[in-house]
Every structure is written in structure tokens, then in C-alpha cells.
């Protein structure tokens, strides 16, 4: 199947096996997702975290007439004691690539996690991105915990044109790193007007 050829590619390209990786498969009412999304600390020569943290975050899309799309975002960034940081970014998608730099925000407690970023592109487009990538598993007992995602983006360019994406998820962790629940994966593309996309469903999510 060609979904699963796109989760064997993403990966592949998604990092080394050492990190944490999760990968989650959405099953959508419009089309079947795949996506590999994971960062970690640079170590340094005692093994310890330093302050550069690594970023890679690859998606795949296949809909019910076997169109294929797929877009990887890679970055580095430096941060601060405080969370605050700086990034560079660079994003590959069907119709090529983009560099980016800006600045980044990234806290991390047991049981909540909030990843942000502001990113200007530096090519001739100039268009600035916004990222947020919240996540939040309180603890329901000894073997369950909520798991639930809230991923917002927004892409704007000096014309005004926006592109908006909202991603959440809603479901139970369970032992060995299984998630699963409710998946809803909404867009937005236009200036005046906005033509807008869907796709609902169940998500499956292990983190290796």
C-alpha cells in the first residue's frame, strides 16, 4: 500500500532511532495521514543536553483518489535557560524549499509541553510563519493518562494571503507509549474569502 510506504520513508528520514519518535497514522474521513515529529537536545562532550536542540518534523497525506502530498521541516535552535531561543528552519515540501529564521519559545514539565516559533522566510516570498505545538497528559492512574494535542499554524505573506491550519487530538496514552482517540485536522486558505478543509477521524500514535 502506498501509505505505508510513506511511513517507511518518514521513518527513515525522521532521525536516528536513539530519540524519541513518535509516529501517528490518522484514518480521516477525507484521506489517511502519516506523520513522524520529534526534537531533542544536542549532547555535549560529557553527554549532557546543551543548549542546541534539533527539530524534525516530516508529513505525508494520501486522500481516497491516491493523491499524494508530503512536506519536512528541519531546524536548530538555540535556547536560554528562560525558554526563549533562536531557530533556524528549513522546509521541504511538494513544490520545493524554504529557509527560514526567527525565534522560538519551548518549555517541557511531565505533563505539559508547549513548542512555539516565529519564522520569516528568507527567500523572495517573504512570507512569516507562526507555530504552536501544545500537548498536555495528565495522569489518570497507574497504567492510563489523557493525551491530548493542540497544533496551530498560520503562514501570512506581505499581500495578505493566509494559510491556517488547526490539528487536535483527544484520546488515552496506555502502557509502551500507545495513544490513540479522536483526530481533527482543519484549513484554511485565502484573503477575503477562504477556502477551507477537513478531515476527522481516529489516530493512532506509538512513541519509540
Known amino acids: ?37 520529534w526534537f531533542r537536545p544536542f549532547k555535549d562532550s560529557l553527554g549532557n543536553s546543551s543548549r542546541f536542540l534539533f527539530f524534525n518534523r ?38 520545493g524549499f524554504s529557509p527560514k529564521a526567527g525565534v522560538q519559545y519551548f518549555k517541557r514539565s511531565r505533563q505539559l509541553m508547549v513548542f512555539s516559533w516565529v519564522t520569516a522566510e528568507l527567500l523572495q516570498s517573504k512570507k512569516l510563519d507562526w507555530f504552536l505545538l501544545s500537548r498536555w497528559e495528565p ?31 483527544a484520546g488515552l496514552g496506555f502502557p509502551l507509549g500507545w495513544q490513540t482517540g479522536l483526530g481533527m485536522d482543519f484549513g484554511q486558505v485565502g484573503k477575503s474569502s477562504f477556502i477551507t478543509s477537513s478531515n476527522i477521524g481516529i489516530f493512532i500514535r506509538k512513541d519509540f
Not at 510506504?5 to 532511532?17: A, D, E, K, Q, T
Not at 497544533?151 to 491556517?164: H, R, Y
Open 139 to 169: 495522569r489518570l492512574n497507574r497504567r492510563l493518562n489523557l493525551f491530548s494535542q493542540l497544533e496551530l499554524l498560520s503562514t501570512t505573506d506581505w499581500d495578505g494571503n493566509l494559510a491556517l491550519i488547526q490539528r487536535l487530538r
Open 58 to 95: 516530516s508529513r505525508a497525506s494520501v486522500d481516497y483518489s491516491n493523491q499524494t502530498t508530503f512536506g519536512t521541516t528541519l531546524a536548530v535552535s538555540y535556547n536560554l535557560p528562560s525558554g526563549w531561543g533562536v531557530v533556524l528552519s528549513g522546509q521541504f515540501f511538494n513544490n
Open 1 to 37: 500500500m502506498r501509505i505505508a510506504r510513506i511511513i517507511v520513508f518518514l521513518v527513515l528520514i525522521g532521525g536516528p532511532s536513539q530519540a524519541q519518535l513518535p509516529i501517528e497514522i490518522l484514518g480521516g474521513h477525507q484521506r489517511t495521514t502519516a506523520d513522524v515529529l
